[in-house]
């Protein structure tokens, strides 16, 4: 159930993508032809990339696509080597905790308040809120189930491919 939530948070983000492409162009595209634009083009640029960046993070977890250096782990053994994939989850959960407490509080002040942006539009705040949150606690509990399954690849004695290779292709079709 969780990868097809990871798969459908990887969509929306392409989605997000191709929204922003197709906005960007078409008010280039306006203000080099009838010098007008799109109004409030820069408020839903800026929330298109919360989502771009934030939704397939989850997807980047279970890929275990994160940015590593391995200059040094490289040269342990293979079980210290596990030992620092689990250490590393369990300092990502700690770290993602604040920003989900402060995502869910940004999110629910801006929904109480009914915050918009100040534009032509007067577009809200919460969508974008909303999937800042979304984001980052479904790669918070990517993190927490694959430290788990870590943990217990380790208590069986076998070792963690740091690559991912047991890890399901979200881009593939059969997912």
């Known amino acids: 159930m969780l990868h ?26 306006l203000r080099a032809t009838i010098n007008s634009g799109i109004p409030d083009t820069i408020v839903m640029v800026a929330e298109l990339m919360v989502a771009a960046i934030v939704l397939p993070l989850a997807a980047a977890t279970t890929a275990r696509a994160h940015i590593v250096v391995e200059f040094l782990s490289k040269m342990m053994s293979r ?17 993602l905790m604040p920003l989900i407490y402060a995502g869910w509080n940004e999110l629910a002040k801006t929904f109480e308040r009914g915050s918009f942006y100040f534009g032509e539009l007067a577009l809200p705040k919460w969508p974008g809120r909303a999937i ?38 979200l881009m593939g079709e059969d997912v």
């Not at 990871?6 to 162009?25: S, Y």
């Not at 079980?79 to 300092?91: H, M």
């Not at 479904?138 to 004695?157: E, Y």
């Open 79 to 95: 079980r210290t080597q596990d030992y620092l994939i689990v250490g590393g989850s369990i300092i990502g959960l700690l770290a």
């Open 4 to 29: 097809r939530i990871e798969r459908l948070l990887l969509d929306l983000a392409a989605f997000a993508v191709a929204g922003l492409c197709l906005l960007i162009t078409i008010s280039v595209i």
């Open 132 to 169: 800042f949150l979304l984001g980052i606690s479904f790669c918070w509990l990517r993190l927490l189930v694959m430290a788990v399954g870590d943990i217990r690849t380790i208590r069986s004695g076998a070792h963690i491919d740091p690559d991912g290779g047991n890890t399901v292709d």
